[in-house]
């Protein structure tokens, strides 16, 4: 059983669409949308590819119209695309996004899974690493064999006692300073975390041909190319970044 695994789209269709991973099962663990222009066409590539998916944090705000306040980093980025977001689905993107579970329990041949987007204890939002201690706490009373999470944009995988975590990283946003679009894939309990180019400049032109203020188009795209936000002595930050 080959199991792919993706998470934190974030919009960015040329990345996603890039991903050609022979698999038996794809599982993908939320955060379609915001930041990235395309999120109607990263919906539908869930659609049609993930057997299992829940919703990510970013997920949730758009389907419940939650409004971000700041103009720092990724949340200022949140703020200035999110108004777009749901005005871009259509009816079935949208009830789509709506009915995504917050959790999944999956078994495959003798395997648990659970996948979460962020962490058991909290699915949505919490942000956790690669902490041993702070996962051994996390999983105490989790009943499953391997847990699948995102949230981070990190990827890595964590042996827990007789549990494991991977956290694939970011197909479209990644933040560690690799620009290539990531994703796990699982066969047979063994994990292989992986990086893909993709046809970033397509991804750049969408950005800059989307209705969001210079200063996003501007972060965003440095973000896309370099893996990381802009620091305060480039030439596309400004002192609040």
């Known amino acids: 059983m080959r199991i792919l695994v993706v998470s934190d789209v974030h919009g960015n269709r040329a990345a996603l669409e890039a991903i050609d991973e022979p698999h038996d099962v794809c599982f993908c663990l939320g955060d379609l949308v915001d930041y990235g222009p395309e999120p109607a066409a990263c919906i539908r590539w869930a659609m049609t590819h993930a057997d299992y998916s829940v919703r990510g944090n970013h ?47 999956v078994t495959l041949g003798d395997r648990r899974f659970l996948l979460v987007h962020a962490t058991p204890r909290d699915p949505l939002d919490e942000y956790l690493l690669r902490d041993e201690a702070a996962w051994a706490r996390r999983l105490e009373s989790v009943d499953a064999d391997i847990i699948c999470v995102g949230h981070t944009h990190m990827q890595f995988k964590l042996k827990v006692g007789d549990k494991l975590v991977v956290n694939p990283g970011s197909v479209g946003l990644p933040r560690d300073g690799d620009p290539r679009a990531a994703y796990a894939v699982i066969e ?22 989307s209705p969001w203020p210079d200063r996003a188009r501007t972060m965003l795209t440095h973000v896309v190319r370099t ?15």
């Open 59 to 105: 997920d949730h705000g758009v389907a419940q119209e939650v409004p971000v306040r700041g103009e720092v980093g990724f949340r200022y980025l949140t703020r200035a695309t999110r108004p777009d977001q749901w005005d871009a689905l259509d009816a079935e993107e949208r009830k789509y996004l709506l009915q995504l579970p917050v959790t999944q329990r």
């Open 188 to 209: 047979d309990g063994r994990v292989e975390l992986k990086r893909i180019p993709y046809p970033v400049e397509e991804t750049v032109a969408a950005i800059q041909a």
């Open 227 to 241: 893996g990381r936000l802009p620091q305060p002595s480039d030439p596309s930050a400004d002192e609040e970044d």
